[in-house]
Structures are given as C-alpha cells and as structure tokens.
T-cell receptor, first 111, second 114 residues
Framework: GENVEQHPSTLSVQEGDSAVIKCTYS??????FPWYKQELGKRPQLIID?????GEKKDQRIAVTLNKTAKHFSLHITETQPEDSAVYFC??????????FGAGTRLFVKA | DGGITQSPKYLFRKEGQNVTLSCEQN?????MYWYRQDPGQGLRLIYY???????QKGDIAEGYSVSREKKESFPLTVTSAQKNPTAFYLC?????????????FGNGTRLTVT
C-alpha cells in the first residue's frame, strides 16, 4: 500500500548546526511533497513544499530536495535556532488524491 | 489561522457512546480531511472529501463515519465500533479537489473515551 517512511524519529543538534530529515515514499504516482512543522500543543503548519517537476527548493534557512528515481525527499535546516525545536512531518500526495504522512521527527535544538 | 474551526477542544465520553466532532471552514476550499494523531505514529487519514455529497475512506476508516452536506462542514462521528477511539483528531482542508495543495489544519479535538 501507500506509505511514507521518515528518519530519524528524534534529532538533537546544537544551535547553529544543520539538521537533515529524510523521507521515502512508495507510490510512484506521488506528485506533491509538503513538509509540516508542529509545535507543542499546536496544529501542523506548512513550512515548505516541492512538486515532482522540481529537484530542489529553498526558502531562507530551509531547503527541500527530491529524488524521484529513488523516491526520496529530504528537509534541510541550516543555522538552527531554539525556535526550530518542534515535530516535523513529511508528506506525499498520492495518485489516489490522498496526503500520506510520515511518522514525524522530533527536533531538539540546544542553545 | 481562523479558517478552520474544530469543536470542542476537549471531549470526554463513556465507552459505547457515539460522538460527533465538528469541523467548519470558511476558506471556500473544495477538499476536506480527517486525520487521527497518536504519539509516534504521525497523522493517519480517516476520511476525505473532494466535493459536497461525496467522500472516500482513508487508511483507518473502520469505526468512523462522515457526511459532507455543505461545502463548509465535514463532521466526523466516532462510533462505538471504533476499538481505540482515544486520540487527537485533526480536520484539514485544501483548496483544490485534486488535493495537491497545502493542507490547512484546525486546532484539533482531543477525545478521551473511558
């Protein structure tokens, strides 16, 4: 069936370092890959997204890369700050009009 | 984002009772979704609707039911057939029927069944 795997489940970095979260998807018809950030007790919110016709997208300190052949996509956060601490979810929009989420990565940024 | 309103924020029910969670949006979005969030399992899709009077089962639809009589509203009923209903429930909407656009989430309803 359709699924999205996300690694690592927990990530701890020092302030100023980079953080990388990786995801793989199973449905080759997937065409849209959003990333959401969920702070404690709050709703998930979109931070960046990428479509299947693009290999990389950047927005200030956040970038996403997509390898369609390998069915991999990754989130890169540079110069991490304590306010980046949250749970991050990758997702893939499948050919069946569903958005499937990874299990999430809890990021801790130590000051 | 006040575009999607879920109510109530907390809900307590006794085992064996059906309960309905409300979700209303004023974003004029076509598609609406219900997800369940459990610790360590991410968000799992329960039901989704691309258009009024039509909806499809997600990955964990057993024990749940929905309706989409109005574009703005997509209520979720958790029935007594749902074996483990205690969870955090998130409603979301997206602008286009195809769904390949960002999801906008409500603040969620935390359901506790004892």
């Amino acid at each position: 069936g359709e699924n999205v795997e996300q690694h690592p489940s927990t990530l701890s970095v020092q302030e100023g370092d980079s953080a990388v979260i990786k995801c793989t998807y199973s449905d080759s018809a997937s065409n849209y890959f959003p990333w959401y950030k969920q702070e404690l007790g709050k709703r998930p919110q979109l931070i960046i997204d990428i479509r299947s016709n693009v290999g990389e997208k950047k927005d200030q300190r956040i970038a996403v890369t997509l390898n369609k052949t390998a069915k991999h996509f990754s989130l890169h956060i540079t110069e991490t700050q304590p306010e980046d601490s949250a749970v991050y979810f990758c997702a893939a929009h499948t050919g069946g009009f569903k958005t499937i989420f990874g299990a999430g990565t809890r990021l801790f940024v130590k000051a | 984002d006040g575009g999607i309103t879920q109510s109530p924020k907390y809900l307590f029910r006794k085992e064996g009772q059906n309960v309905t969670l409300s979700c209303e949006q004023n974003l004029n979005h076509d598609a609406m979704y219900w997800y369940r969030q459990d610790p360590g399992q991410g968000l799992r899709l329960i039901y989704y609707s691309q258009i009024v009077n039509d909806f499809q089962k997600g990955d964990i639809a057993e024990g749940y039911s929905v309706s989409r009589e109005k574009k703005e509203s997509f209520p979720l009923t958790v029935t007594s057939a749902q074996k483990n209903p205690t969870a955090f429930y998130l409603c979301a909407s997206s602008e286009f029927r195809g769904g390949d656009s960002p999801l906008h989430f409500g603040n969620g309803t935390r359901l506790t069944v004892t």
